[in-house]
Each structure stands twice: as structure tokens, then as C-alpha cells.
């Protein structure tokens, strides 16, 4: 066996590939035991590994013994705690007793506890062959709720909370981020329709009722006719359906119904509801601003459609299905809206000529930054002072900035199409409702009229 352990870390006999997965091994453990994330080292363990320090050699000395060089070189998890509701010692003996019921017995694991934030948490590095029979670690749905079964056991077990009802689907980056930022996000906007629902409805019927009049396809029976354990709803122009019950807590079918049938009264007109938007001050009065026309005018249009801009605050409806999208994307449409207006771009023509300027800069300015590090590579092959390095980092910046107005640039080009397809589509519905409830007015008069008559 030593012989073998030896002929294996022997770096003549390592090939490009391996030295390559073990560098990748290696970044990930220094990653979990990084000194200043673990309070020097003190609460790192290894299980199955004669030193932490040459976890990822050994790795690495299991697979090349094995021939299962292939595919995944390890797995990289992570085990929370509640902020200030576990002290590093506790945190890390949880860590190393869960590694140890779930893959003690087979396999290498390296548990590093990090106490650089405010609520401590385990990494876990796990080799992807085992060491005791030589197979890989294969990672099911059932490993997850083992782990989610064991660390709750551990945790309860040292008094410590635990998730109760966790959400059956977690949310994506995006929408973490969104939430993080006070942005809008397409489930935060069905939520808040559902909530407008809710209290415009006393009964089951009205309330699916005032869904459709919100704009949502309703699914409530399956294909042989038999009622949905778990209705969903469809937002107009949205690809697919959402289950309620996935939306989160106080969203399931019962909860909501709950809900309903509390009512004492039905909520009208529904109001708007609260989500945090920027909203950009204007100056003056619409009555008495200048005609804007061109690509000015219709970014300005798709603010207020957006709500950004509010003409009328206290007139304030509903942000069109149509523009949920965009909803989600304020930053970039607020960042372009911006830009025509900074640069007084009323046309395509200007905008793209706007654009070559910037292009013509930037060419300017690489070519410049080009010749200061040449001239930086021969002063410093002379062994003489950088003269240069601190207008490399101010051409570097320009270039920063300059490229991104380049992309804000061709996003405009790109999406001034869309936008106007939007609000074509979006003042064609309104014409169409205005029809409709101007029919509706002649027809109660006439009617009237009639009954004055008789």
C-alpha cells in the first residue's frame, strides 16, 4: 500500500489532467478552511484523511488508485444556523457528527465551521470516490432529505430551532437577489394580485372570478375532469402555470380560502398594490412641458405605463400583464431612460451616431493604454519606477464606463421595437375597453329613456 501511495504522488507520474482536478480540489478546501473564515484553523476537521493540510493530495491519491479520475471531482455543501443562536464550538461539533452519520463510513470529508459572519455555518468537502470500496458518491433527492432529517435531529438534540414547514421549491438567484434589492419580481406581482383578489371576494366563485378579470387562466380540473389537488393560475402572457401552493406561505388553496370567507365586506375599488419602486422626479407640469417625440417620448411613455413616473397618483391602476417583464428589469430600463435623456437623444439616427462616438473613443483609448504597457513592461525589464500604472487605472476606468454606455446603447436599439409593440398593444386594449364601456353607458340610457317614456 505505501508503495502504491508513494508510485501515485510521484509528480512524474501525474498527467496534465490530474494535476489540473487537484488544483480544483485544492482551491475548494482552501476555500472551506481559509484562516480568516475559521478563526485560524481552529475549527477545521478532517474524517478520513491523515491532515487537513493534504486533504486534496489524498483526495486525489484515493482516485488515482481507483482509476476514477473522471466526472466530479467533489462535493461542496453547507450547513446554516440561526443568527446568534450558535457559538462556534457547538456549530462545529453539529458539522462534524452530521459528516460523520452521513458519510463517515465511506468516504473523505473535510468540515471547516466559518465564523466570519454573523450566524456561523459548516462547509463540508467531500471526495467523490470512496476510500473504503472504491465506488462514487452518488447524490439523490433522498440524500437531501436525509441531511435535512439528520441536522434537524442534531440541532434539536443541542436545543437549538430548526425549519418546521420548509417550502417544497426554493427560489431562484434572481428572485433572491430581487427581494434583497426591494425589487419587483413576477411572483411578488402574483402574490399581490392574489392578496387584491382576496379581498375584492366573499365566496370561492368570486374570487376565481376576479382572477380572470385580473387577467389569469385558471386551472382548477385536470384532464379527466377531477378537481386539482393543487390549482394554478396562468399570468397573461406567461408560458407556463403556477401552483398556489408553491408561492409560499398563506398561498395554498385552504389558506387563501381561509382568508376569504374571513371577509365582512368586500374591498372597492382594490387598491394598488404597495411595491417598492424608484420613482423619478419630474419638474413642472405635463400640461406645460414641451411635445417630446421620437425615442424620448416613447421611454417616457413606457415609465408611466410602468409607474415610475406617476402623472396621476391618485389614478394609479394596475401595471399591464403585458410589461410584467420589464417590471422586473427597472434598473436597466431606468439606466437607458436616463441616457437619452442626459445626451438629448430624440432619434435612432442620433443614438447610433451617439454610439460611434463612444466606439471611436474607445478605440482611442485602448490603443493609448496598448503603448503605456509596453512602455510599462520595458521600464520594468530596465528595473526602473512604473511611471504609467496610475493612467492605466484611470484608461481602464474610462473604458469602463464608456462601454457601458456602448450597451445601454444597443439595448435601447435592440428593445425601442419591443417597447413600442407593447404600447401599441396595451392602447389598443384600452381603446377596446373604452368602446366597450361607452356601449355599455348608450345602451343604460337608452334604456332609461324607455322606461321615462312608459
Known sequence: MDQAIRYARNPEKVTEASRKKLHEIEGIVDYAADDLKTERCTYVTGIH???VETAAAEFMEVKQLEGKLG??????????????????????KIGVALATVLWGDRFQVVVATHCNTNHYHNHFVLNSVSDVDGLKFYNSPADYRRMREVSDRLCKEF????????????????????????????????????????????????????LRQLGYEVKLY???GKPLAHPAIKPQGSERYFRLDRLGEGYSLDEIM??????????????EPTITRRVAPVRGSFSSAPKLKGLRALYLRYCCEL?????????TRRVHPALWEDLTKLNRLDAQTRLLASQKIKTMPQLL???????????????????????????KRAGREDPVSARIAEISAQLRKLRKKVKLCSEIETRSTEVADNLKEIQQEKSEQRKEKEQHELFRRSRAGRADLA
Open 71 to 92: 466526472g466530479r471531482v467533489c462535493y461542496h455543501g453547507y450547513q446554516s444556523f440561526r443568527e446568534d443562536e450558535v457559538d462556534a464550538d457547538t456549530a462545529h
Open 307 to 315: 409607474h415610475i413616473i406617476v402623472k396621476h397618483p391618485s389614478a
Open 159 to 210: 436545543g437549538l430551532s430548526v425549519i418546521k414547514h420548509p417550502e417544497g421549491r426554493g427560489k431562484n438567484y434572481g428572485e433572491v437577489v430581487a427581494e434583497r434589492e426591494e425589487k419587483p419580481t413576477r411572483r411578488g406581482i402574483i402574490k399581490a394580485d392574489l392578496d387584491r383578489a382576496i379581498e375584492a371576494s366573499l365566496t370561492e366563485q368570486e374570487f376565481w372570478a376576479m
Open 49 to 51: 484523511l491523515d491532515s
Open 258 to 271: 381561509g382568508r376569504v370567507y374571513h371577509n365582512r365586506r368586500r374591498k372597492r375599488p382594490i387598491e
Open 353 to 379: 451616431a451617439y454610439r460611434d462616438g463612444l466606439q471611436e473613443q474607445i478605440t482611442a483609448l485602448v490603443t493609448e493604454r496598448t503603448e503605456l504597457r509596453n512602455l510599462q513592461k520595458r521600464e
Open 222 to 224: 385536470g384532464k379527466g
